[in-house]
């Protein structure tokens, strides 16, 4: 059986090479998956030029398992990374829930608008008229789930 010429002449600034180019793919495609076998090709190029290793059979050895141990650590690494301080940084709807809003327009027939900020937002909710101060419980889709407080404001 004949051995493709490339790995013939394996270098060691081939997996160098080959290590930078996976690593700048990781910023092209999602996940973090390259950047880790890129690294693990890079240091196979480390260890192939110190020890001055000719043989790709060895080169390949030393690449498999360095590219495993690097996805292992990077994934311990990325689990152990911290959480976002705002968990609700991605979800708006989620960031309402127990803040106070009257009612604009009234709930009627479970559906109606409140003012939260500079926004409208439908909710649904109790029938209440308009001026009826109401708490965000939760949300529902794109739409705010409120209950009314026990006092109205007057108008």
């Not at 001055?52 to 990077?74: D, H, K, M, R, Y």
Request: net charge positive; charged share 15%.
């Amino acid at each position: 059986m004949e051995i493709p010429a490339l790995f013939q002449a394996l270098l060691w600034w081939h997996w160098i090479v080959i290590g930078l180019v996976l690593i700048a793919l990781e910023m092209m495609v999602p996940g973090v998956f390259l950047l880790w076998i890129g690294t693990g090709a890079v240091a196979t190029g480390c260890i192939v030029v110190t020890l001055s290793i000719t043989n790709w059979e060895i080169q390949c050895l030393i690449f498999v398992p360095l590219a495993f141990l690097s996805l292992l650590l990077g994934r311990k690494f990325i689990r152990k990374a911290a959480p976002a301080k705002n968990a609700t940084l991605n979800r708006r709807l989620a960031s309402y829930i127990g803040r106070r809003a009257e009612v604009c327009q009234a709930i009627i027939n479970g559906k109606g608008r409140i003012r939260l900020g500079d926004t409208l937002w439908i909710v649904q909710g109790p029938d209440c008229p308009a001026g009826t101060m109401v708490t965000v419980t939760g949300i529902d889709g794109s739409e705010l789930i409120v209950e009314p407080e026990n006092e109205t404001r007057p108008m």
